[in-house]
């Protein structure tokens, strides 16, 4: 007994081993024509198909065998002039034998004496089947017991659930990396007043609380400078503007927003600031730092025009 708990405890162990391999390979369906273990699982279906072949064929030719027996009987009952009773077949016997009810002529035998108007109580004992049914669930609750709370070999549902969890996180995260990813290169950006660009910029702003340090219209407080005008303590101009919201002014309170948001959102904030130039909101805290002047770019083809980039 002691030598059969220690056999099915080491095959439980090796069951663990395998779900634990399993789980960290990559999973059978999600490319199983290159899995490792395809020779192996295909195996198992080949001799799982060959068994249920054999099966099938036993029993259509145990059904032909037991119906020419039944027929011989038959003639040899008749030619001894006898009266023919077929034998039963094995699932009358085991149904017979599952149920071991009592037949009513021998109900008698097993009568209680309690007699309640009329009503009687016959004594009768469990059927086997249900006897049976009890037993296995006793069975089967040592090893559920054994492969779930001792031996650690199946997941329970907490771990599965988890361990789902995992799986699904880490193919997010393989999918998030799939993903192209924009390349913001701060040295040939070029301002334009792109509707798109600017109501993202304006959500960033809005959303990040920039309007606390430079009022929600830019015009600047107590803490945070004038972004409206045309003098800026640290250069104007979309490219330096990038980059001091990059990597902000720690030592004097403003944060390097480079750390806390995509290169994408620090653009599009960007671009939202230079929108604010030459706004005049009303009471603006005065202008601090130099006055920037955008590069003046002459057009070559037309010596007439000339024309302001801001960059
Ligand atoms: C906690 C307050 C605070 C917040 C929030 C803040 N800033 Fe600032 N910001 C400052 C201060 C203070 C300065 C001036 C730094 C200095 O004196 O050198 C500044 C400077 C700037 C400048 C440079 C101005 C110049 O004159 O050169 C820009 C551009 C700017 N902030 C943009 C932003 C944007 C965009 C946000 C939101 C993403 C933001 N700031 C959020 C405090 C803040």
Redesign the pocket.
């Given at each position: 007994m002691k030598k059969l708990f220690f056999i099915v405890l080491g095959l439980f162990a090796t069951l663990n081993g395998w779900a634990e391999g399993a789980t960290k390979e990559k999973s059978f369906w999600a490319d199983p024509f290159n899995h490792p273990l395809l020779p192996f699982y295909s195996l198992v279906a080949f001799i799982f198909v060959i068994i249920i072949l054999v099966i099938a064929i036993s029993i259509v030719l145990i059904r032909t065998m037991n119906l020419l027996i039944g027929q011989i009987e038959k003639q040899r009952a008749e030619a001894m002039g006898q009266a023919y009773v077929p034998a039963l077949s094995w699932w009358d016997k085991l149904t017979q034998k599952l149920n071991a009810s009592v037949p009513v002529s021998q109900e008698k035998d097993i009568e209680l004496d309690h007699n309640y108007d009329g009503i009687k109580e016959l004594d009768n004992h469990l059927p086997p089947w249900w006897k049976w049914l009890f037993y296995i669930s006793i069975v089967w609750a040592v090893v559920y017991f054994v492969a779930y709370h001792f031996s650690y070999s199946l997941p329970l549902s907490k771990e599965e659930y988890e361990n789902e969890v995992a799986q699904a996180t880490a193919a997010q995260q393989r999918f998030l990396e799939s993903q192209p990813k924009a390349v913001i290169d701060e040295s040939t950006l070029v301002y334009s007043p792109d509707v798109a660009i600017l109501e993202k910029g304006k959500a960033?702003?809005t959303r990040?609380?920039?309007g606390?340090?430079?009022r929600n219209d830019g015009g600047g407080n107590a803490?945070?400078?004038n972004?409206t005008d045309e003098y800026?303590?640290?250069?104007g101009g979309l490219k330096t503007?990038f980059t001091?919201?990059k990597n902000g002014?720690v030592e004097?309170?403003?944060?390097a927003?480079g750390k806390a948001m995509s290169p994408g959102d620090v653009r599009d904030?960007a671009f939202f600031?230079m929108s604010l130039q030459g706004t005049k909101p009303a009471n603006a805290k005065a202008s601090?730092?130099e006055l920037y002047e955008p590069e003046v770019k002459t057009e070559k083809t037309d010596s007439t025009k000339t024309q302001a980039v801001l960059k």
């Amino acid at each position: 007994m002691k030598k059969l708990f220690f056999i099915v405890l080491g095959l439980f162990a090796t069951l663990n081993g395998w779900a634990e391999g399993a789980t960290k390979e990559k999973s059978f369906w999600a490319d199983p024509f290159n899995h490792p273990l395809l020779p192996f699982y295909s195996l198992v279906a080949f001799i799982f198909v060959i068994i249920i072949l054999v099966i099938a064929i036993s029993i259509v030719l145990i059904r032909t065998m037991n119906l020419l027996i039944g027929q011989i009987e038959k003639q040899r009952a008749e030619a001894m002039g006898q009266a023919y009773v077929p034998a039963l077949s094995w699932w009358d016997k085991l149904t017979q034998k599952l149920n071991a009810s009592v037949p009513v002529s021998q109900e008698k035998d097993i009568e209680l004496d309690h007699n309640y108007d009329g009503i009687k109580e016959l004594d009768n004992h469990l059927p086997p089947w249900w006897k049976w049914l009890f037993y296995i669930s006793i069975v089967w609750a040592v090893v559920y017991f054994v492969a779930y709370h001792f031996s650690y070999s199946l997941p329970l549902s907490k771990e599965e659930y988890e361990n789902e969890v995992a799986q699904a996180t880490a193919a997010q995260q393989r999918f998030l990396e799939s993903q192209p990813k924009a390349v913001i290169d701060e040295s040939t950006l070029v301002y334009s007043p792109d509707v798109a660009i600017l109501e993202k910029g304006k959500a960033v702003f809005t959303r990040n609380n920039c309007g606390s340090c430079h009022r929600n219209d830019g015009g600047g407080n107590a803490i945070g400078p004038n972004l409206t005008d045309e003098y800026w303590l640290h250069g104007g101009g979309l490219k330096t503007v990038f980059t001091t919201i990059k990597n902000g002014v720690v030592e004097k309170g403003m944060p390097a927003w480079g750390k806390a948001m995509s290169p994408g959102d620090v653009r599009d904030v960007a671009f939202f600031v230079m929108s604010l130039q030459g706004t005049k909101p009303a009471n603006a805290k005065a202008s601090q730092g130099e006055l920037y002047e955008p590069e003046v770019k002459t057009e070559k083809t037309d010596s007439t025009k000339t024309q302001a980039v801001l960059k």
